[in-house]
């Protein structure tokens, strides 16, 4: 998400890594660039001017300049400020202790709250919840029909709400908390209309069904495509509503996301979760830490090893690693690596992760067609076992009776030998193997 | 009609004060042009467009100009780089077909109404169809909208090729010879290459069963929108042939400036802009009128 950022700030560091000593005059140098690299990340004017000052008192300080490495406490500095923005730790989402729990997403139009309703839902449900979901967007042509299309697909239960019923709100409200509490559904999920936090009567009917509803979670869902208006939304809906947490969706793009930082920022809300896709289970626990870390392109190994861990064999990812680092891989293993990615999710989700500088750095940009993948796996399936060991005893004869046997053309074979062959020189590089002893 | 526009536009001025203070305050040009940048910025115009601006500004002007000056000067700036497509809006003369693209949530639906209410309007025989077979009860909004305002709506079903929703559309906007087809597409991250291809298709299969049709595609951009809206317009540019932007959502305190780098760096027009959420609250873009809105 961060990449040009990264990117941006990688070339500020490599500067700095270049100066012996942290002075006055390239301090500033630095500085300009940084400033430019947030801003083109759209990350607010001000929450970037704000920025800059914290790290200048800081790196300017006595300590760094005592020290035998300024640049390196500079990244530090910078790592730092970043994660202290974003939130430190990360901050799970909070549930009544007398349920049921009650969780209402607000924000601008087109945001993606009814989407991230779902989400959500699945996710509570996944940590053993049975949520209830409600929209009071009885506004929108359909957003009732959305969201119930939504909780009906996942398998989880709609309550109808209609403008009849909100003519008397209190009423409407309170039957809707009994309702919820009656039938043990606990939490329940509340979608609001998506409007224009200048909207006042908007904010008028948000601030009641707040307090009608005393939520534990008045989640902000913020768009990371937004530029320097993500200041105003979010802080209009702070001040106006109250907020307990934000979660950032459409992730997935290659947008800066520089709105994170000014979000953050300007309401002290931590973002719990990000949105990265359409689909349902495309939604991931925020963590700070690793976001700084992206930002300051080293990349988001530890997200790809939770979900490496979570759906695939754990056992079998080590042995990989293991074969990975003593470079003893084979096209055996090469297809059960396809396999795992396959349990895993798509490949250019996986790539994502990777950070986006060094050798990795052009690798998410490529396109991994997944279908391509299940042929993969069938033309190492038409190999024998000691082509499989041993590709380089692939002549042509070989390559043209597993072109029969899988139904793929000779190229697509070619195209696959080479492929792996590059994998391998690749696997040698230092940098990798570097990786690859952290991933034990 | 943009007395209107601009009491929509009325919140959007208020960052823009800063700017016509400056203009006033008989500062030197320098210090003119700084307040400018930081104003600009704010604006999303991006920092790369509004480096661009300013230097046009200061070959432009004098080192002494005044105020009124360097105002008519950047006046002169935005609106020129705003207008150098500006001719050739569709106005349904002939068969025309508008793809409606861009990222979710930007508001493609409810502007794609928006256009089939103005093309009814202006007597157009109008049609709408709903090629997003993907989000939840996007069929259902847009066909809410074609009762509401009279005009036909070619549904698909959930899951089906957005293709063949399109090609059964232009087999029936061609037996009724209707003037306007309105083509409501699912929103995608213009990263994800098989959603782009997807495009690409529904575009090759308008052309293809169509040829003597107009094909306007427009990018829907959403004015909260930040630097991205860049890479979004180029990639929608190479897979769908964008023809202009439809600028959505400038009711906010928001102001889109984003579409002036757009302009600038892709010569592609913004065609129209959306201010609200009913069928009318849509504009056809003047730049003079937009940058007058936005400083006056």
């Known amino acids: 998400m961060f990449d040009q950022l990264s990117e941006r700030l990688e070339r500020m560091m490599k500067f700095l890594r270049g100066e012996v000593k942290v002075t006055d005059k390239n301090m500033a140098e630095a500085l300009k660039m940084m400033r430019l690299a947030f801003l083109e990340a759209d990350v607010n004017y001000k ?6 000052a914290r790290i200048k008192e800081k790196a300017l300080g006595e300590e760094v300049l005592r020290s035998l490495s300024p640049a390196q406490q500079v990244i530090k500095i910078v790592r730092d400020e970043l994660a202290g923005i974003l939130g430190g730790q990360q901050k799970p989402l909070l549930f009544s202790s007398r349920p049921p729990s009650v969780i209402m997403l607000v924000g601008l139009q087109g945001s993606g709250k ?9 996710w509570v449900a996944g940590i053993g919840k049975s949520p209830l979901l409600v929209s009071f967007d009885l506004k929108r042509p359909a957003a009732q029909e959305q969201l119930k299309t939504i909780a009906t697909s996942l398998g989880f239960p709609f309550y109808e709400m209609t403008s009849a019923r909100m003519a008397s709100p209190k009423e409407a409200l309170k039957e809707l908390l009994v309702h919820t509490a009656n039938r043990g559904f606990d939490p329940l ?66 947008a800066r996301g520089g709105a994170a930082l000014s979000i953050v920022a300007v309401t002290g809300r931590p973002i719990k979760f990000i949105g990265v896709g359409e689909k349902p289970d495309k939604f991931e626990v925020f963590h700070p830490e690793r976001m700084a870390s992206r930002i300051l392109g080293l990349g988001d190994i530890l997200s790809l090893i939770e979900k490496a861990q979570g759906e695939a064999d754990v056992a079998e990812t080590e042995e990989m690693a293991r074969k990975l680092r003593k470079q003893e891989f084979t096209l055996e293993d090469f ?53 499989r060991e041993n590709p380089r005893v692939l002549n042509g004869s070989r390559r043209a009776r597993i072109a029969r046997g899988s139904g793929r053309p000779v190229n697509e074979i070619n195209q696959l030998v080479r492929q792996f062959q590059e994998m391998q020189k690749m696997m040698k590089r230092s940098v990798v193997q570097k990786l690859l002893g952290g991933l034990k | 009609m943009f007395a209107n526009l601009r009491d929509k536009l009325a919140r959007t001025r ?12 008989g500062k030197r040009r320098e210090e003119i042009l700084d307040g400018l940048e930081e ?14 601006v300013l230097e046009a500004l200061r070959t432009k002007t004098r080192k002494d100009a005044g105020e009124a000056d360097l105002e008519r000067a950047l006046k002169d700036e935005l609106a020129a780089m705003l207008s150098r497509r500006a001719d050739g809006r569709p106005d349904g003369s002939g068969p025309t077909v508008i793809l409606m693209v861009g990222v979710n949530g930007g508001g493609k639906t409810t502007s794609a109404a928006k256009l089939a209410a103005r093309f009814k309007r202006d007597g157009k025989r109008v049609m709408l169809a709903a090629a997003d077979t993907f989000r939840a009860a996007a069929q259902e909004q847009l066909a809410l909208w074609g009762k509401k305002l009279g005009v036909p709506v070619v549904k698909g079903s959930y899951g089906a090729d957005p293709a063949a929703v399109v090609f059964d559309a232009i087999q029936s906007f061609k037996a009724q010879q209707g003037d306007v087809l309105v083509v409501d597409t699912a ?72 579409v002036v780098a757009i302009a600038e760096e892709l010569d592609l027009p913004i065609r129209f802009i959306g201010v609200g959420e009913g069928e009318d609250d849509l504009f056809e873009f003047s730049p003079r009128e937009f940058v007058e809105a936005l400083l006056s």
């Not at chain 1, 936090?197 to 601030?207: G, K, N, Q, T």
């Not at chain 1, 937004?226 to 939304?233: C, H, K, L, M, P």
């Not at chain 2, 094909?215 to 769908?240: M, Y």
């Open chain 1, 335 to 387: 297809k059960k690596q396809i396999v795992q990615m396959k349990k895993m999710g798509s490949l250019s989700d996986l790539l994502g992760h990777l950070p986006q500088v060094g050798p990795f750095k052009n690798l998410a940009k490529a396109q991994v067609d997944d279908l391509k993948i299940a042929h993969f796996a069938a033309i190492i399936d038409s190999m024998t076992p000691e082509e």
């Open chain 2, 39 to 52: 104003a600009l910025i704010l604006a999303d115009v991006g920092v790369a467009a509004s480096g661009r």
């Open chain 2, 14 to 25: 208020t960052a823009f004060r800063k700017v016509e203070d400056l203009f006033q305050s």
């Open chain 1, 114 to 122: 009814t989407t991230t309703c779902g989400k959500l839902a699945r």
């Open chain 2, 187 to 258: 929103g995608r991250i213009h990263t994800n290459t098989n959603l782009m291809n997807e495009l690409e298709k529904v575009k090759r299969i308008v052309v293809r069963e169509h040829p003597g049709a107009r094909l306007e595609s427009l990018l829907v951009l959403d004015a909260t929108i930040g630097q991205n809206a860049i890479p979004q317009a180029r990639e929608f540019l190479k897979f769908s042939g964008l023809t202009g932007i439809f600028l959505t959502k400038v009711d906010g305190t928001a102001k889109g400036g984003a």
């Open chain 1, 47 to 52: 929450v970037v001017r704000d920025f800059e």
């Open chain 1, 189 to 254: 999920i509340v979608d609001t209309a998506g409007r224009l936090h200048v909207d006042d009567e908007l904010m008028e009917e948000l601030r009641l069904v707040r307090a009608i509803l005393d939520p534990t979670e008045v989640v902000y869902v913020g768009d990371a495509m937004t530029g320097q208006d993500a200041v105003r939304s979010a802080q209009a809906f702070e001040e106006k509503i109250g907020l307990t947490s934000v979660i950032l969706t459409k992730l997935d793009g290659d």
